[in-house]
C-alpha cells in the first residue's frame, strides 16, 4: 500500500497556505519577519551571516556601497569549504551527497560528510601540486558526478576561482570561456552516460584547450577511455597520491569565489563575478527557508552544475546547511519515464526542485509512470528559470505533490547568486504562476522606464533597491563598462534586471525577460550569440534569431536567414543548424530556419526582432513606418506561411 504523506499544505477561500503540520516544523513560520527585515536590512543580513556561517575574523563593516559596486561584511575572513564540510564533521557518517548514475547496472554512491572531507582536502593538494594558487582561476567542464562537487569545493578550500562550463556546451563555448578567465587548468572527463549512450567529452575539452593558457587537463574515468600524454592527469590516481590535508585558505568575504558565464544581449557571454561571504549567506538562508531544508533532508535539484541552480541548489546550498543533496547523472526518462520518480521513492526526496520544461514534458507522459511510485517523502516542490503556467503548476501540485506540497516558484538569475522572490513554505500563501514576496531584508519595485513606480497592478520593469542581496554579483569578469552598461544604465540607483512583472494582491507575478535573451527549455540564451553562430557560416550574408513561444520547451529560437550564396532549402537547414550544435551546443539549435530575401530594418540598420516576432504568432507587426525596407515584412510573411 502506498502512503498518503503529511498535507503540508490547506486551502482557504481559493489560496494554499501552510498547513498546521507545515508550520510546526517550518524553519520560519512569522510573516513578520518581513517588516522587521525592512527596518534596517543591513542590520538583518548581517545577523543572518553571523547565525548561519562559521567566520574566522569578524567583518569591520556590514555594507559598504559605492555604486554601481557594493560589499558585504568588508574585513570579514571564512573558508567556503569550512562552511560546506568541515563543520558538519561532529557527524562525519551523515550523507553529504548521494549520486545516481545513469546505468541501471551501476549502484548509486553514498559520499559522507567525512569522506567528501577527505576527498576536498586531497583535490586540493592535487591542485596545489600543479601550481594553482589562490585567485587562479580553474575550468570545470564535467558532467554531474561527484568529482564535479569535489573539484569546486577543492577550488574554495585553497582559494582558486572556479569557472564551470555546462558540459553540453561545444568546444568553441569552453574555448571562449577558458580564454576569458586564463585558467590554468581544465578539469573534465573522459565523457558521461546519456541515454544508455556514452558520451565523449574529452574530444571536446581537448580542442578547446588548444591554444589557451591551460597547462594541465586532469581527466575523470567516467567510460573507461585511456588518456594519454603529458598535458594530461588522471582524477583518481592523482587523488590517491595527494597529502590528506589541506590547511583551508581564509579568504576576505569580497574575495571572488566562481566565474559563471551567462548570456546577454550581446553575441558574447559574460563572467558574472560571484564573491564567497555575500554568497554563502544568501545560499545558506535561502535554502533554509525558501525550501524549508533541515539538516535531515534530502534535497534534489535537478539542474545541472553549468548553471547557477546547479552551483548554489544542487551542491552548495543543501551542503552549507548540513543536509544531503541527491545528484542524478543522466536523462530525466532513461531508460523510461518512471526514472526521477523511482529516485525520488527509493532516496525519499525531500525537497524537489526542477524547472518548467520538465513539468511540461512529464505531463505528457502516461501518468502510471508516475502514480505507481511512492512519493510521499515530498515535502517542498520548486520551480525556476521561467514563468510557470497554471495548468502546468495544478499538474505538478496534484500529481507530484499528491495536493499535499507547496509549489515554490522562485525568481532569481545567474547575476543573483540565490533566490530572490518567492513563497516562504512556512508563511504562504501558495499562488499558480505567481513568485511572491522579495526575500525578507531584499526589496524590488516595478517602474516604468524611466525608474518611476508603475500603477499598482500595471506591468513594469523589476528592479532591485538598495541595499542589494549579498550574493549579488560582484561584476562582470574584466569588463567594468559591460557591468554598468548591462545592470546600471538604466535606473543608475537600481539593479536592472531585464523582467517585466506586475504585483497580483502584494505579490510579484515576473512576466519574462524584457531584452534580447530567450529561455529555451529554462536554458539562457541571447539571440546574438545564436546569430554570431549562424553568422559565421560562409554561406550566411545576414542573419536575425528571434525566440517563439512553444508549448513544451518555453521558446524556441527560430532564425531568418538572408544567403550570400547557395540554396535555400532543406538541406541547407538542416546543415545550419548542426552548424549551431557545433558552434553552442544542440540547447541553442533554431527550431526553424527561414530563408528571407531581407530583414526588416532601420535606417541605421537596426534590425527589427519585433516585427520577425509578431510575423511567428501571426500578430499584425507595428512600427513599420520606421522601415528602410518595409515591403521585406509581407515577403517574410509569406515565407513563414509557406514552409511551416
Ligand atoms: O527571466 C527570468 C527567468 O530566468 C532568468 C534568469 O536566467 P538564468 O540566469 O539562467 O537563471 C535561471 C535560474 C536562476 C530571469 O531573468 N526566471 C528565473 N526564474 C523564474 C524566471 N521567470 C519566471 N519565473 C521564475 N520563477
Not at 473 to 488: A, I, P, Q, S
Request: hydrophobic share 35%; glycine share 8%.
Amino acid at each position: 500500500m502506498k502512503k498518503r504523506g503529511i498535507k503540508y499544505v490547506v486551502k482557504k477561500g481559493n489560496q494554499f497556505y501552510p498547513s498546521e503540520e507545515l508550520k510546526k516544523i517550518a524553519n520560519i513560520t512569522d510573516p513578520k519577519i518581513y517588516t522587521q527585515a525592512a527596518k534596517d536590512p543591513i542590520k538583518f543580513w548581517g545577523d543572518l551571516a553571523k547565525e548561519g556561517l562559521t567566520w574566522s575574523k569578524d567583518w569591520d563593516k556590514t555594507y559598504e556601497e559605492k555604486l554601481p559596486y557594493f560589499k558585504w561584511f568588508k574585513g570579514g575572513k571564512l573558508n567556503f569549504s569550512v562552511n560546506c564540510v568541515d563543520r558538519h564533521l561532529a557527524h562525519p557518517e551523515k550523507t553529504a551527497l548521494i549520486w545516481v548514475p545513469e546505468p541501471k547496472d551501476e549502484k548509486p554512491i553514498k559520499i559522507s560528510y567525512g569522506e567528501l572531507h577527505n576527498k576536498i582536502n586531497k583535490f586540493a593538494n592535487v591542485l596545489k601540486t600543479n601550481g594553482i594558487k589562490k585567485g587562479d582561476v580553474v575550468s570545470i567542464y564535467l558532467p554531474m558526478i561527484p568529482q564535479a562537487l569535489i573539484a569546486m569545493l577543492a577550488c574554495t578550500r585553497i582559494g582558486a576561482i572556479h569557472s564551470v562550463v555546462f558540459s553540453a556546451f561545444a568546444s568553441d563555448a569552453l574555448k571562449a570561456r577558458i580564454q576569458d578567465g586564463k585558467a590554468k587548468i581544465l578539469i573534465t572527463s573522459d565523457g558521461y552516460y546519456r541515454r544508455g549512450k556514452p558520451e565523449n567529452l574529452l574530444k571536446k575539452a581537448k580542442k578547446a584547450a588548444k591554444r589557451t593558457t591551460v597547462q594541465k587537463i586532469i581527466v575523470v574515468n567516467r567510460i573507461g577511455k585511456k588518456v594519454r600524454g603529458r598535458k594530461f592527469l588522471d582524477f583518481d590516481d592523482e587523488l590517491e597520491k595527494a597529502e590528506s590535508y589541506c590547511k583551508p585558505e581564509m579568504m576576505n568575504s569580497e574575495d571572488t569565489m566562481f566565474l559563471l558565464y551567462t548570456s546577454g544581449t550581446t553575441g558574447k557571454p559574460k563572467g558574472v563575478v560571484h564573491d564567497t561571504g555575500g554568497y554563502a549567506t544568501q545560499a545558506y538562508w535561502t535554502c533554509k527557508w525558501n525550501f524549508d531544508l533541515h539538516p535531515e533532508d534530502v534535497m534534489w535539484c535537478t539542474a545541472d552544475i553549468g548553471w547557477v541552480t546547479g552551483h548554489t541548489y544542487a551542491m552548495y546550498g543543501p551542503l552549507l546547511t548540513g543536509a544531503t543533496t541527491l545528484v542524478y547523472e543522466g536523462g530525466p526518462d532513461f531508460p523510461n519515464p518512471g526514472r526521477w520518480w523511482k529516485i525520488i521513492q527509493d532516496h525519499k526526496v525531500n525537497v524537489f526542485y526542477t524547472a518548467p520544461t520538465a513539468v511540461r514534458m512529464f505531463m505528457k507522459i502516461k501518468q502510471n509512470w508516475i502514480t505507481k511510485y511512492d512519493l510521499s517523502s515530498l515535502k517542498i516542490l520548486g520551480t525556476v528559470g521561467e514563468p510557470i503556467d497554471k495548468k502546468s503548476w495544478m499538474w505538478y501540485f496534484k500529481t507530484i505533490g499528491g495536493s499535499r506540497c507547496p509549489i515554490i516558484d522562485t525568481w532569481w538569475q545567474t547575476e543573483t547568486g540565490g533566490t530572490l522572490i518567492n513563497t516562504i513554505p512556512g508563511i504562504g500563501p501558495f499562488v499558480p504562476t505567481v513568485s511572491g514576496k522579495s526575500f525578507p531584508g531584499i526589496k524590488h519595485v516595478i517602474v516604468d522606464d524611466k525608474g518611476k513606480p508603475m500603477p499598482k497592478g500595471r506591468q513594469g520593469f523589476l528592479a532591485q533597491t538598495s541595499p542589494f542581496a549579498p550574493g549579488m554579483l560582484h561584476g562582470v569578469f574584466n569588463n567594468h563598462k559591460k557591468y554598468v552598461d548591462t545592470y546600471w544604465k538604466k535606473f543608475k540607483t537600481m539593479y536592472d534586471t531585464s523582467d517585466g512583472a506586475y504585483l497580483q494582491d502584494g505579490l510579484i507575478r515576473i512576466t519574462g525577460r524584457t531584452d534580447d535573451v530567450m529561455k529555451v527549455a529554462g536554458h539562457r540564451l541571447a539571440t546574438a550569440e545564436v546569430e554570431n553562430a549562424i553568422h559565421d557560416n560562409r554561406k550566411v550574408g545576414d542573419v536575425a534569431v528571434v525566440p517563439m513561444p512553444d508549448k513544451m520547451r518555453g521558446q524556441v529560437p527560430i532564425a531568418f536567414v538572408v544567403l550570400k550564396r547557395g540554396k535555400p532549402g532543406k538541406k541547407l537547414e538542416q546543415k545550419l543548424r548542426k552548424y549551431v550544435d557545433i558552434k553552442i551546443g544542440p540547447t541553442a539549435r533554431p527550431a526553424r530556419i527561414f530563408f528571407v530575401p531581407d530583414l526588416p530594418k532601420t535606417r541605421s540598420g537596426k534590425i527589427m526582432r519585433r516585427i520577425l516576432k509578431a510575423l511567428l504568432i501571426n500578430e499584425k507587426p507595428e512600427g513599420l513606418m520606421t522601415l528602410v525596407n518595409p515591403t521585406s515584412v509581407d515577403k517574410i510573411k509569406n515565407i513563414i506561411t509557406e514552409n511551416s
